[in-house]
């Protein structure tokens, strides 16, 4: 490609100037006045996290939620469903039976946002990019397996897998294998700051206060080649310190539609706000909330403690006194309605017991109380996690075998670089699922590049389990595999699951679309929105 290469400043230099160019954005365009969706959390730049809109560093819902309407990939996920239809790519398939190499055929007149053509030789860079820089923060295990990706002509392109992997076309949806123009992004390093360029259905600018996007204003994309029809000109995305704080634009329609982050009260509020010109949708979801474990951490190193945790942990009162019922106790990683789910803990340790616990801890001569921190972050999940870790923490205390602290840390990038540093002993992590496999749930969090930099490894998951799953196309026959890796974790319990989320939108009544809001991995689809009569 013969095109004038890009100059990118550094994060030093970028933040003021990206917030003169980016300017004030409310004009509506051709649809009319923007539809603005209310996000609870903020997007943030951080010394240690530069380039929180990098696909090759980006790794959070918030992010992805932006990146998906903005950046395109080869697949994507269906309006409802699993299988993935083509976006980028006007097909693509298996040519093996092992699933060891895919091969795409892009569309024609695929376009990025700066008038640059998109080609094949753009998709490879987009992975060998992601897979170069290999940044600990980032999606990049998502795409370990790729082995080399050939591209036979503009058109084409060719992915070699190392090891069999039937999720491979889940995850070329995910903004891991975003398609970005080799002449906008370094090769080698990230692109500070906010700015995108990409070729999706929507064009995005971004507005910040210091290091933090304030919103983020989407414009349709007339050059968009893909299988998604945007319903409305101009989208934007407001962050908010807290929900309740949306939640009140939300109701004086200063704000068009919420989704995440809801309190309890708040679900009950909103789902009950007959005469507030709102709708209300509650749907099955696969978000999971769990604690992590340091395994060389001193104080849980030895497994029997994490095993005394597993048996005093109360998840039916956490999710009746903190939640409301509006989550469901959850007893494996892998979250109810996906193939391959078992309730490995309940089977391993049944109903709480405190006298089971300190049975556990004697056998094993651990000394009581156990002491150490349980670690959060008050930014990120929704103002119900400060009471659900203090829940936690009551629960464990109130045996005398254990004596936890807790504190926040108000930065998610922070908590999540220091997380990945080994600095807590037990901290409260989420998950939304990068694709709706029970896979998912299982390979991120096992291995040497595993998304929590763990020190935890197990031989049978990493290489005959999670290998062997991979192999069948049919996924109903990967449930064995999946089945004995719960097991495995369950008895070692470098996890602890706690709950499983439900999905809520919450929006005007004038704004249609909303019953195909989120994707099967609870994904924003803000395309689908629009205002008016639904078509």
Not at 52 to 65: E, I, K, S, T
Not at 303 to 330: C, E, F, G, W
Not at 378 to 395: I, K
Not at 410 to 419: C, G, K, L, P
Request: proline share 6%; charged share 20%.
């Amino acid at each position: 490609m013969n095109r004038k290469t890009l100059v990118l400043p550094a994060l030093a230099g970028l933040l003021a100037p990206v917030l003169a160019a980016c300017g004030s954005a409310d004009g509506a365009g051709e649809g009319g006045d923007p539809i603005v969706v209310g996000v609870a959390a903020h997007i943030e730049a951080t010394k240690a996290a530069p380039a929180p809109l990098d696909p090759a560093q980006a790794y959070d819902v918030d992010a992805w939620n932006v990146l998906r309407a903005s950046l395109q990939t080869l697949m994507r996920l269906p309006r409802s469903g699993t299988a993935p239809e083509p976006d980028a790519a006007e097909s693509c398939g298996f040519r093996d039976n092992r699933h060891e190499q895919y091969r795409c055929t892009l569309r024609s007149g695929l376009k990025f946002s700066n008038g640059h053509a998109l080609t094949s030789e753009d998709v490879k860079f987009s992975i060998e990019r992601m897979r170069a820089i290999n940044n600990t923060n980032g999606p990049v295990g998502l795409l370990d397996g790729v082995d080399k990706v050939e591209t036979p002509s503009e058109t084409e392109v060719v992915f070699h897998l190392s090891t069999p992997d039937a999720t491979f076309p889940q995850k070329l949806t995910t903004p891991a294998a975003a398609i970005v123009d080799a002449e906008a992004y370094p090769e080698d390093r990230l692109r500070s700051g906010f700015e995108v360029t990409g070729s999706g259905p929507y064009t995005v600018r971004a507005e910040h206060s210091g290091n933090h996007i304030t919103k983020a204003v989407f414009t349709k994309n007339p050059a968009y080649q893909g299988g998604l029809t945007a319903r409305h000109d101009k989208v934007e995305m407001r962050f908010f310190d807290d929900s309740a704080t949306a939640e009140q634009e939300l109701r004086k329609g200063g704000i068009h539609l919420m989704n995440r982050g809801l309190s309890p009260s708040q679900a009950k509020s909103l789902q009950n706000a007959r005469d507030s010109h709102l709708t209300f949708h509650e749907m099955p979801g696969q978000e999971i909330r769990y604690l992590a474990f340091n395994t060389k951490a001193p104080a849980v190193a030895d497994k029997a403690v994490r095993q005394a945790m597993a048996q005093i942990v109360n998840r039916s009162a956490l999710v009746r006194d903190v939640y409301a019922y509006t989550r469901d106790p959850l007893f494996s990683m892998v979250p109810t309605g996906l193939t391959g789910h078992v309730n490995a803990f309940f089977n391993k340790y049944g109903n709480p017991s405190a006298a089971a616990a300190r049975k556990t801890l004697q056998e094993a001569n651990i000394t009581t109380p156990v002491k150490f921190t349980l670690t959060y972050t008050t930014s990120h999940y929704g103002s119900s996690t400060a009471d659900e870790v203090r829940a936690l923490q009551r629960q464990l205390n109130s045996t005398g075998l254990f004596d936890v602290a807790v504190q926040g840390i108000s930065s998610w990038q922070q908590f999540r670089t220091d997380a990945l540093d080994g600095k807590y002993t037990v901290y409260s992590m989420g998950w939304f699922a990068d694709i709706p496999d029970a896979d998912n749930y299982l390979a991120p969090f096992i291995g040497k590049q595993n998304f929590l930099g763990s020190p935890y490894r197990n031989s049978t998951i990493e290489s005959q389990l999670i290998p062997a799953s991979r192999q069948q196309g049919d996924r109903n026959a990967a449930a064995a595999d999946f089945k004995r890796a719960q097991d495995i974790i369950a008895e070692d319990v470098p996890l602890l699951p706690l709950w499983q989320g439900k999905q809520y939108v919450a929006a005007r009544d004038d704004i249609t679309g909303t019953q195909w809001a989120l994707n099967s991995s609870s994904g924003l689809q803000i395309w689908e929105l629009g205002r008016g009569v639904a078509d």
